[in-house]
């Protein structure tokens, strides 16, 4: 049983729910002041809602990476935090079959409080919730598994962008904020390119198992190419946020330097994982700045309207 406890919250790595919790706040900013009665409550229901998705995907990927042997197949020199999943199976603290277990239980848990914040608040929620849940699941599951097909990246970008987003706003105010949504596209981007870098210390095991994702379509040598894409297509879309929106969102180019910097270095150091780690660990540090930055910008818009 403390195995088995042990495994749930490693598998469950707290630690990373800053992807979902980051773009909910955001949208919570935005919708000051139209908010409606009883959404603060709701609001924490979908928090609660979307972590268990987050545990539920975890455990899913967890148990189709082992059988498929994306996990197991890694190389000991490439293993990092940032490689082999949450390593729960692999290191014994869980099977195969406990994993699916918890994804089935937290998918059942995320399901009643989704249908209880639809039918209590807004039944546009449910839409909303089933499509990420239905994204959450089809990223892994055979015989979609989204994630072995190159799509992993526009799943997670879409599902940690505007469907968050947008699930939100439903739920505060009963309506999607267009202000919010073009900033969802920012961190939809930024958290693809999370999973891009992340796919370089696996690429090896990914390409034997047949995980077809972007770095195995692309080789390591080019996909920087795409790491670099994807940062500029989230600057610019927050540059076009300040031009149309609020100058407010200028404040999240303070990371382009450090971009600048997790590019140039996965250009460099593609092959030698313990170099490339910098790159992996900036480009979480960039998600959680600039996400943080777009909260505080938000909050600014709706204190000083122009």
């Known amino acids: 049983m403390k195995s088995l406890w042990k495994g749930f919250w490693q598998l469950a790595d707290p630690k990373i729910w800053v992807a979902s919790t980051i773009p909910m706040f955001m949208a919570f900013a935005f919708t000051f002041p139209e908010r409606r009665k009883n959404s603060v409550l709701f609001f924490l229901l979908s928090i609660i809602a979307i972590y268990l998705i987050e545990i539920a995907k975890n455990a899913l990927n967890e148990a189709v990476d082992y059988l498929s042997g994306a996990d197991r197949l890694i190389p000991p020199e490439n293993l990092t935090p940032f490689s082999g999943g949450k390593k729960t199976i692999t290191g014994g603290l869980l099977t195969v079959s ?58 997670v970008g879409l599902t940690f962008g505007p469907l968050l987003v947008a699930g939100v706003s439903v739920v505060m105010t009963g309506l999607i904020d267009i202000k919010a949504m073009v900033c969802s596209i920012t961190l939809g981007f930024f958290i693809a390119d999370v999973l891009w870098i992340n796919q370089y210390p696996d690429y090896e095991a990914d390409k034997a198992a047949g ?16 790491f670099a894409f994807m940062f500029a297509s989230g600057y610019l879309t927050m540059a076009a946020g300040a031009i149309l929106i609020h100058p407010a969102f200028l404040l999240t180019l303070i990371t382009v330097p450090m971009s600048v910097t997790a590019v140039r270095n996965a250009r460099s150091e593609y092959d030698n994982i313990p170099k490339l780690i910098k790159s992996n660990v900036l480009m979480v540090k960039i998600y959680q700045i600039t996400g943080f930055l777009m ?7 709706r204190l000083f309207p122009l």
């Not at 995980?211 to 795409?226: F, H, P, S, T």
């Not at 909260?295 to 818009?301: A, E, K, L, T, W």
């Open 98 to 155: 406990e994993s699916v277990i918890i994804a089935v239980c937290c998918y059942g848990a995320a399901g009643v409080l989704g249908l209880l914040i639809a039918f209590l608040c807004d039944f546009n929620v449910l839409w909303i919730g089933i499509l990420g849940a239905g994204l959450s699941i089809l990223y892994s599951l055979p015989p979609f598994k989204l994630c072995y097909r190159g799509l992993g990246e526009l799943a």
């Open 211 to 226: 995980k077809k994702n972007g770095v195995v379509r692309l080789g390591k040598e080019k996909a920087w190419i795409v």
């Open 295 to 301: 909260i505080i910008s938000s909050i600014v818009i």
